[in-house]
C-alpha cells in the first residue's frame, strides 16, 4: 500500500481515505473497485500546492507565525490552492485538492476538525487554482491552521496518491473585530486588477498609501501593514494614516494591511498588489 510523502499521518491518510468512499460513491465514479491508495509503480505522486490561504480582502492570505495569526471575519473561511500534477507527466492525471483545518488545544497539541476534498465530484487539472467554502463552522477564540495536499487519480479513478501538504496557515475567527480597511493609491504605483498590472516606479522610488476604515465600520485607531519584501509588520495610528514606501526592488510587490479598534483587536487583512518597474 503505497504511503503519502511529507508530513502527513499515514494513519490520518488511511482515515480520509475510508472517509472518501462514500463522497465518491454518490458521485457515481466507483466501478467494481474500491476505492484504494495507488501502488507507487502505478500513480506517481503529484506535487506539492502552492498559492494556499484564506481568501479575503481582495486577496489570498496565509500567516505562516502561529504566534501572529491572521484574523477572518467569517466562522466558515473561504479556503483555496493551486494543485499541480508530477512534472513532465503525460497525460495529466485527474486532481483534486485535499484542505484540512486543525484547531490548537490548550496545550499546544493540535486536534483535526475540519477535512474537504475539492471539488467533490469530477477533477480538475494541472496547475488549476481551486475554492471552496468551509462547510465546518469555526469557533471565536481559537487558533486554527489550515494545510493543503494535491491528490491525483489513475485513470479508473479507483486509485489515488496524495503529495506532501503545504505548509500551515494559522488564523483565528473573530466576527465582531474591525472590518478589512480600504487602500487608495497616490502614485506613482497603481493597484493590479484580474485585466491590467501595469509596471511604474521602479527600486528606491517611493510611493504613498492611504489606509481609512471600511464604510460602516466601528471606530478604528490603527492599523498593521506589511509589504511582500517586509519581514514584520509595521504599527502606525490614527484613523486615516498615509505611509510612504520605496520598493527595494523591481518586483511583483503586495501589501496587507488591518485595521485596528479601540480595544486592540486586529480584523481581517486587506490585500493589494501593485508591480515595480
Not at 498609501?209 to 460602516?216: C, K, L, R, S, V
Request: charged share 15%; with cysteine; net charge negative.
Amino acid at each position: 500500500m503505497f504511503k503519502s510523502k511529507g508530513n502527513r499521518r499515514y494513519g490520518l491518510f488511511k482515515g480520509r481515505l475510508r472517509n472518501r468512499v462514500g463522497v465518491l460513491a454518490a458521485a457515481g465514479l466507483l466501478a467494481s473497485a474500491p476505492l484504494t491508495a495507488a501502488h507507487a509503480d502505478e500513480i506517481s505522486a503529484p506535487s506539492v500546492p502552492t498559492e494556499q490561504g484564506i481568501v479575503g480582502g481582495g486577496g489570498v492570505g496565509c500567516a505562516t507565525d502561529e504566534s501572529a495569526p491572521d484574523t477572518v471575519g467569517s466562522p466558515r473561511p473561504q479556503l483555496t490552492a493551486r494543485v499541480h500534477d508530477e512534472a513532465d507527466v503525460s497525460p495529466s492525471p485527474d486532481l483534486r485538492a485535499d484542505f484540512t483545518v486543525d484547531s490548537r488545544n490548550p496545550d499546544g497539541s493540535w486536534t483535526p476538525v475540519a477535512d474537504s476534498l475539492v471539488p467533490s465530484t469530477g477533477f480538475v487539472s494541472d496547475d488549476m487554482l481551486v475554492t471552496t467554502v468551509l462547510s465546518t463552522t469555526l469557533a471565536p477564540g481559537t487558533v486554527y491552521r489550515m494545510s493543503a495536499a494535491t491528490w491525483a487519480y489513475a485513470t479508473d479513478q479507483t486509485q489515488y496518491t496524495a503529495s506532501a501538504a503545504t505548509a500551515f496557515c494559522y488564523f483565528t475567527v473573530d466576527p465582531t473585530a474591525p472590518l478589512a480597511p480600504k487602500i487608495s493609491y497616490g502614485g506613482p504605483y497603481s493597484e493590479c486588477t484580474a485585466n491590467s498590472c501595469v509596471a511604474a516606479g521602479g527600486a528606491g522610488i517611493p510611493g504613498t498609501f492611504t489606509f481609512t476604515p471600511a464604510d460602516g465600520d466601528s471606530p478604528v485607531v490603527g492599523y498593521r501593514f506589511r509589504f511582500r519584501t517586509d519581514s514584520a509588520w509595521t504599527h502606525v495610528t490614527g484613523s486615516s494614516v498615509t505611509i510612504t514606501f520605496a520598493p527595494p526592488y523591481r518586483t511583483f510587490e503586495d501589501l496587507q494591511v488591518a485595521a485596528r479598534d479601540t480595544l486592540g483587536r486586529y480584523g481581517p487583512n486587506t490585500i493589494t498588489s501593485f508591480m515595480v518597474a
